[in-house]
């Protein structure tokens, strides 16, 4: 079945870790995203892709990194975690060309740094 | 540079009365506008896009271009309307979503 997968679904992990969140997708859809969503706020927007080897910058500042080796995986890593990431991040995907742009989420992973 | 505001962070009404969320857009061009929805427990999911101009589980929302804004209504609130609803913006067609705080939507009985 056509999905889009978030692991770990929930992680609670000490300042200075490494840790890499997982989002793959079997839609097919070329366009990746990643929103950080604090609760009861609006998505932001920190990494998209529109496609193998192509990540850009989204409008929130954020120093986690990411990568598209493949087309259905986009990793979200962040070399030295701090309590400032404690925060649900959200993946979603969405089909390439003059589509209406709707984008299918991931349920989430829910970080907390201590 | 656009952007997307929800004036009302959280809205309380009861089962049966009519609903209006509120959405502005700032964009000088000519946006795709789109709410999205997330019930408890659930994904974010897109509930209508302005441009098909559809009725989704009983939402309507019409694109004001002169006022700029794209307000959700409903006549007749259910309990399982209950969500939080998220405006979104997209500036051309394919590209990035801009998205508004959200309204969280309580439905009593």
């Known amino acids: 079945e056509a999905d889009i997968y978030q692991t770990p679904r929930y992680l609670v992990i000490g300042t200075g870790k490494k840790i890499t969140l997982e989002c793959s997708q079997t839609?097919?859809?070329?366009?990746m995203y990643w929103y950080q969503q604090d609760p009861g706020m609006e998505l932001h927007l920190i990494h998209y892709?529109?496609?193998?080897?192509?990540?850009e910058k989204g409008d929130l500042s954020s120093e986690s990194t990411v990568s598209r080796i493949r087309t259905e995986h986009f990793p979200l890593t962040l070399e030295s975690a701090r309590p400032s990431h404690t925060s649900q991040y959200l993946c979603?995907?969405?089909?390439?060309?003059?589509?209406?742009?709707?984008?299918?989420f991931g349920p989430g992973t829910r970080l907390t740094v201590l | 540079a656009q952007r997307v505001t929800q004036p009302e962070k959280l809205l309380s009404v009861f089962k049966g009365a009519p609903v209006e969320l509120k959405c502005n857009y700032s964009?000088?061009?000519?946006?795709?506008l789109f709410w999205y929805v997330q019930y408890s427990r659930q994904r974010l999911q897109l509930l209508l896009r302005?441009?098909s101009r559809e009725s989704i589980k009983g939402f309507t929302a019409d694109l004001n271009k002169g006022e700029t804004s794209f307000h959700l209504k409903k006549p007749f609130a259910q309990e399982e309307d209950s969500a939080m609803y998220y405006c979104?913006?997209?500036?051309?067609?394919?590209?990035?979503?801009?998205f508004g705080e959200g309204t969280q939507l309580t439905v009593n009985p």
């Open positions: 979603a995907s969405s089909e390439p060309g003059p589509s209406y742009n709707e984008q299918f």
């Open positions: 839609m097919g859809h070329d366009k």
């Open positions: 892709s529109y496609g193998v080897n192509s990540t």
């Open positions: 964009y000088s061009g000519s946006p795709e």
């Open positions: 302005h441009i």
């Open positions: 979104a913006l997209s500036a051309a067609s394919g590209s990035r979503l801009t």
